[in-house]
Nanobody, 113 residues
Framework: QVQLVESGGGLVQAGASLRLSCTAS????????MGWFRQAPGKKRELVAA?????YYADSVKGRFTISRDNAKNSVYLQMNSLKPEDTAVYYC?????????WGQGTQVTVSS
């Protein structure tokens, strides 16, 4: 059974930084993409950043967030700088391998003004 475990969320002031981590366990993946989604109260879950051969960033986070991965550790990271109150959300890690999609349990990020 595949498990994704996220960590690194918290409460910070605007302008601060946070680094989210996500580690997958339960099987070995030969080829996969990983990404970070977020969902704010009353809003749909949205893709923030993804990484496979290349990287993708939502316009709202370009220049502030950086996604990276460590394949040896089956891990993905999201470095979030210059945080804004509108970044407040539950952040979810996702792993996609072929037709299979796996989700973490989410980690809360709250940015106060």
């Amino acid at each position: 059974q595949v498990q994704l475990v996220e960590s690194g969320g918290g409460l910070v002031q605007a302008g601060a930084s946070l680094r989210l981590s996500c580690t997958a366990s339960g099987r070995t993946f030969s080829s996969y993409a990983m990404g970070w989604f977020r969902q704010a109260p009353g809003k749909k879950r949205e893709l923030v950043a993804a990484i496979s051969i290349s990287t993708y960033y939502a316009d709202s986070v370009k220049g502030r967030f950086t996604i990276s991965r460590d394949n040896a550790k089956n891990s993905v990271y999201l470095q979030m700088n210059s945080l804004k109150p509108e970044d407040t959300a539950v952040y979810y890690c996702q792993l996609t391998s072929g037709p299979n999609v796996y989700w973490g349990q989410g980690t809360q990020v709250t940015v106060s003004s």
